[in-house]
């Protein structure tokens, strides 16, 4: 999952990486290519902390997720799809401070 960066806070493999402790506002956006079932979810130091499930059905459906976080510097965040046998169409993945 790719994303654009200001401060340098996400890296080349998707993952945000929190510059000071705060909360913090996630949200993805992916949509199928396929008519599987498609999982993503929101990963927090490795650790799942939120998701979405987009059934078997059709193409091009599309799932959005948010979450509000709390971090400490340091912490990361990244969104990830739990399986590689499915095809994405497209995927978005942001976040920033909100306090």
Excluded: C, W
């Excluded at 510059?19 to 992916?30: C, E, L, Q």
């Excluded at 059934?55 to 990244?78: F, K, P």
């Amino acid at each position: 999952i790719n994303g654009t960066t200001i401060g340098s806070l996400y890296h080349t493999t998707g993952k945000f990486t929190a510059p000071v402790a705060g909360t913090y506002f996630f949200s993805f956006r992916a949509s199928t290519a396929d008519a599987s079932s498609h999982f993503m979810d929101i990963h927090k130091n490795g650790a799942r902390v939120g998701g979405h499930t987009l059934q078997y059905g059709s193409s091009y459906m599309t799932a959005t997720n948010t979450s509000v976080l709390t971090l400490a510097s340091g912490d990361y965040i990244e969104a990830r799809r739990r399986a590689a046998n499915y095809s994405l169409y497209t995927t978005n993945f942001s976040g920033f401070l909100i306090g």
